[in-house]
Each structure stands twice: as structure tokens, then as C-alpha cells.
């Protein structure tokens, strides 16, 4: 008996289902059908026949359309869903019908009308990656459309459809005259809003631990007190979504957004992040890790930690150059603090003298302002240790010190600044200590407040400590500007235990950081007196006078309220370097 011939074609495929249609029942089973009713009759069946398309099968949700062009298919599904914006736009969102639509190019199967084969499979495993009122299109038919049809498009990479063997490269369209949401103002802070990270790993298995990456970023963001962080219910919405970040920043109301991608490869995972400036397109981060697969949730939290820790100063950096671009007759109280902060970074008198008149100004605005109190104690502290020890520069250390620390219960890098110039100025360390702990518990990401409590613990005598904070700052943020204050937490810290090598290695790295403060160098002068290696100690010592010709020994002892355990190892090394006592 003669095998029956398979009847065959190419075609385009046009796969097409309602959003959260079982919602819409579920709210209003007779109302939803109606209307679906009325979207085929005047709009659906109408725009197929224009572009000879013909439908094949309905379901209550969806339907499966061919046609022998690809062109006319997307063209079809353009003007579907622009129709359907217009329709929707007077209806309420929980109310409204959308549909996602997935075309695709291939040889298809008939029998008795009905369409079969991978290319229909292919077609409804691409709708299913569209978002509502979008369209996605596969490669095959991507390159049947490219260049004859206005298209604003979004490569989705490669994707591991369901049930098919090998991965398809997808692209999504969205017509230009798709009405968005009304553009929403930012917020005076910095705002940002983390997109769900993308499993480019083609295994379903990952898509939780994606999904707790971005969750874990939005929690570590979210402790950073001048940051706004867009919630996870709404970021979240752009899941599976090809995504135009100007387009976020627009929907949100944010200035940046954070992007990422997991890709699992036998027993080790790649994971790259990204922070680009919606407005222009500037990466003002990016970073990608490669580690191990042996503990995902501990995996977890050492990527969130490393990943948050190095947004927070890139961040804080973006927001520095975006604010000089502004009028000086147009600064709130939080652009002049931004403003301030490159001087105070460089923590020499000068600059801190600089920096003091802009952070006056933010708190004649605003006169609890915790960041401005904390600049302020930290610039005073600055001109107190380097500029003569006056009593005037101390008591406003003290005081704007104190009011930081009593105005940013909840602001990491208030406490931390706030604390600081208690610890090294007023030298109530409990206070101090209290204030650190509170700021690294508020935000563990904080390599500010890790930095700072690195320096205040070592010259407290706390010399493990010291090192153990002053280790997880330069882990969470290895490129900071203020690694230097790490690099004096572990110079001091082994000092202290004795370990003059690493104590020297540290206090180099301190002088190459931060060149013109005499502090390195005097960090660095002592530990090389204990190893013997005189020669260079008195070069360096001879370099610390030069930057501070009133250096003495006691004196910076005194200043600090140094313990013995420190002051009289610390003042025989400088002295036998060549530093006066």
C-alpha cells in the first residue's frame, strides 16, 4: 500500500495569546469573552484578510494564524497591537485585553486544514517570550523583515525554547507609535530601578537563583539612604521582556538601571552586571564574575555584596559629574553636598577648607541634613589633624560629628562620617564603635563606613578588627578612592601584631594611594624602621616632614589619644627614622 504524501509548505506563523487571560476570567468571565468577541470581529479577522493571512485555529485565549509572507505577517501584528493601545487606553489597566504575539519562518505540515511542526512549535514558544502588547519575532523571520519595515527592535540573544533542540535568537518589536506610560518626573535623589537578571544559561533550573540575584541587589540598594530603589513588584514587570532602558527610566522614573545576565556552564556560573545612565547611555559600571558552583546561596550573597559595594561609589560618582553640569544658582542642599565630596575625598586642608562653605549652605536649607553634618565633621576633623590642631576646628568636628551620628540613625554613610571624627577627634570611642556597627549593620555593603571603621579601630589598638573591616572594603570595592584609609587600617593593624612586613606593604600601597598626605608615610616609615631597612625609613621620614614640617611624634600620639599598646612601638619607630619626638 502506497504511503500517503505528507502535504507541505513554507509559511509564516503568527502565534498569538491574551495576557493574564485567566485573570481577566477571572474578574469578569462574560464581560472578557464579550470583548474578545468584539477584538476578532472588528479588528482581528478584518486585519488578516487585508494581509492574506488565514486564520487556523482560535482558542479561547489565543490563535494561530499563517501566512505566506513574513513581512505581512508583521505587518498584521503591528497594526493589531497598535489598535489594541488605542483601545486600551481608556480602559483600566486590570481591565484591559493585550496580547503577545510570536512569528516565525518554516516549513510547515497541513492536514485537514490544521497547520503542524517545529516551525508552529517554534512560533508559540516565541509568543510566549513577548511581553503584553509586544511582538516577538525569531531569526528566520527576523531576517525575512529587517530593512523593509520600520521596526524598533531588541535583541533577546539566544533562548532555549521549550521542548526544541537548539536555541533560537529572538527579537523583539515595538511599533513607534505604541503609546507608553506617561513619562514620570525623577525623584531629587539619585533613583534606580534593578531588571530582572537574565538566564542566558538555557537551563529553567537557574531562573530562581536570577531572580534572587536582582531580589538580593533591590534589598542591598535599598539599605543606601541617598539612593531611591525602585521596588521589586515593578522592576519586576519587565520579566522576560526585551527592554529599552530609556524606556524604563521614562515608565519608572529613575536615572540609572541595573542589568544583568546568569550563565551556568557545568559547575561554574558567569554572572555580569551593569549600571548604565538611561539618559545618555553611559556605563557608569559594569562587571562580570566567574565563580564556582559549589554553595549558590553563599555564591548569592558574595556576588550581591561585591555587586552593590561597587554600584554605591560608581553611583556616587555619576551623580558628582551630573551635578557640575548644574547652575550653582539652581543647588538643593543635596547637590551641594554632592559637590563637596571631591574635596573632602582628597582629605587634605585645603580642599576641606573648600568643601566647608558649600556643606553650611546645604544646611542653611536644610538644617537636619545627617549627610551635611557628617561632611562637615569630617572636613573639620581634616583641618583639626592637618592644619594645627586648633580648638575651633575640633569642637565643630565634635559637634557636626555628634549631630550625624544623632540625624542618620538610618543613613549608613552619615553615622560612618559622623563617627569617624568622634573616634579621631573627641576620641569617645564607645560612641564611635556604637555608631560603626550600627552603619555596617544598616548597609554590609558600605565600603564607606567599612573604610572609615577600619582606621578608627586600628588606632584604637583594636588591631584584628581593624584588619578584618579594612579586608571586606577593599573586597567589596578594590577600586575605591578611599582604599587608602583601608590600606591605614592594615598598616597600623599589623604593626600592632608585630607583622612589619605586611604592615610595610600596607602603608606603601596607603602612600601610593593617597601620595600627598603625610599620614602614609609616617605608616609607612615606622614598620620599614622595624625591619631594619633605615635607609629607606629615613627617606620616607624625611618625605613626611616635608608635607608637615611640624610633625612630631607625641604630638600626632597625643592628638589621637593614642593607646600605649600603639603610641610606644609606633614613637620609637619614628624616631629611630628620623622623626623628631
Known amino acids: 500500500m502506497a504511503q500517503e504524501r505528507v502535504g507541505r509548505r513554507l509559511a509564516a506563523i503568527l502565534a498569538a495569546d491574551v495576557s493574564g487571560y485567566s485573570r481577566l476570567m477571572g474578574i469578569d468571565e462574560e464581560g472578557t469573552l464579550t470583548a474578545l468577541k468584539v477584538c476578532r470581529r472588528e479588528l482581528i479577522d478584518p486585519k488578516v484578510a487585508e494581509h492574506h493571512g488565514r486564520i487556523v485555529k482560535t482558542s479561547g485565549d489565543g490563535a494561530l494564524v499563517e501566512f505566506a ?15 489594541m493601545a488605542k483601545r486600551n487606553a481608556a480602559i483600566p489597566e486590570d481591565r484591559r485585553i493585550e496580547f503577545r504575539i510570536g512569528i516565525n519562518v518554516g516549513d510547515i505540515i497541513i492536514d485537514e486544514g490544521d497547520i503542524y511542526g517545529d516551525a508552529v512549535n517554534i512560533a508559540a514558544r516565541v509568543e510566549s517570550l513577548a511581553s503584553p502588547g509586544a511582538i516577538c519575532l525569531s531569526e528566520d523571520a527576523y531576517k525575512q523583515v529587517k530593512g523593509k519595515l520600520s521596526l524598533e527592535v531588541s535583541d533577546l540573544g539566544e533562548q532555549q525554547l521549550k521542548n526544541i533542540s537548539e536555541p533560537v535568537r529572538v527579537y523583539s518589536i515595538r511599533c513607534h507609535e505604541t503609546p507608553s506610560l506617561p513619562t514620570r518626573k525623577l525623584p531629587d535623589k539619585p533613583s534606580i530601578a534593578v531588571l530582572p537578571f537574565q538566564n542566558i544559561s538555557g537551563d529553567p533550573e537557574q531562573e530562581y537563583f536570577c531572580d534572587g540575584m536582582a531580589e538580593d541587589i533591590i534589598t542591598g540598594l535599598s539599605r543606601i539612604k541617598w539612593l531611591f530603589i525602585i521596588a521589586r513588584n515593578s522592576s519586576f514587570t519587565y520579566k522576560g521582556r526585551a ?12 536615572r540609572y538601571v541595573v542589568e544583568g545576565s546568569v550563565r551556568k556552564a557545568g559547575d561554574r556560573v558567569r554572572i555580569s552586571a551593569q549600571v548604565v545612565e538611561a539618559e545618555t547611555g553611559i556605563h557608569v559600571w559594569a562587571e562580570r564574575y566567574d565563580r564556582p558552583l559549589d554553595d549558590i546561596f553563599a555564591l548569592q550573597d558574595e556576588i550581591t555584596l561585591s555587586v552593590v559595594g561597587a554600584i554605591e561609589p560608581s ?9 557640575k553640569r548644574k547652575r550653582p544658582d539652581s543647588l538643593d542642599a543635596y547637590d551641594l553636598v554632592l559637590r563637596a565630596l571631591p574635596h573632602m575625598y582628597v582629605a587634605m586642608p585645603e580642599d576641606a577648607a573648600n568643601a566647608v562653605p558649600l556643606l553650611q549652605r546645604a544646611l542653611a536649607l536644610e ?14 576633623e581634616t583641618l583639626f589633624m592637618r592644619a594645627g590642631f586648633s580648638d575651633e576646628n575640633r569642637a565643630a568636628a565634635i559637634r557636626h560629628g555628634r549631630a550625624a551620628i544623632a540625624h542618620g540613625r538610618d543613613d549608613a554613610t552619615a553615622l560612618a562620617l559622623g563617627a569617624f571624627a568622634v573616634a579621631m577627634v573627641e576620641h569617645d570611642r564607645v560612641t564611635a564603635f556604637e555608631a560603626f556597627e550600627r552603619a555596617v549593620a544598616l548597609s554590609p555593603s558600605s565600603s564607606l563606613a567599612l573604610f572609615f571603621g577600619s582606621v578608627a579601630l586600628a588606632y584604637g589598638g583594636e588591631a584584628e578588627r581593624a584588619i578584618e573591616w579594612a579586608e571586606r572594603a577593599l573586597r567589596i ?8 584609609a583601608a590600606y591605614h587600617g592594615l598598616a597600623i593593624g599589623h604593626f600592632l601584631r608585630g607583622r612589619y612586613e605586611e604592615a610595610a606593604n600596607a602603608g606603601r600601597r596607603a602612600v601610593q594611594s593617597n601620595p600627598g598626605t603625610s599620614v602614609s608615610h609616617s605608616l609607612l616609615a615606622a614598620p620599614l624602621a622595624k625591619l631594619g631597612r633605615m635607609e629607606e625609613a629615613k627617606a620616607v621620614a624625611k618625605r613626611v616632614l616635608e608635607l608637615e614640617p611640624s610633625f612630631s611624634a607625641d604630638g600626632f600620639c597625643a592628638a589621637l589619644a593614642l593607646p600605649t599598646l600603639l603610641a610606644r612601638p609606633m614613637v620609637e619607630a619614628w624616631r629611630a627614622a628620623g622623626l623628631p619626638p
Open 69 to 83: 509572507s513574513a513581512v505581512e505577517a508583521t505587518r498584521c501584528a503591528m497594526q493589531i497591537q497598535l489598535a
Open 243 to 254: 527592554v529599552d532602558v530609556k524606556q524604563v527610566s521614562r515608565d519608572l522614573g529613575v
Open 315 to 323: 553611583l556616587r560618582a555619576a551623580e558628582i559629574e551630573r551635578v
Open 367 to 380: 538644617a537636619d541634613y545627617a549627610a551635611a553634618h557628617g561632611g562637615l565633621a569630617w572636613c573639620h
Open 477 to 484: 570595592s578594590p577600586l575605591d578612592r578611599l582604599d587608602y
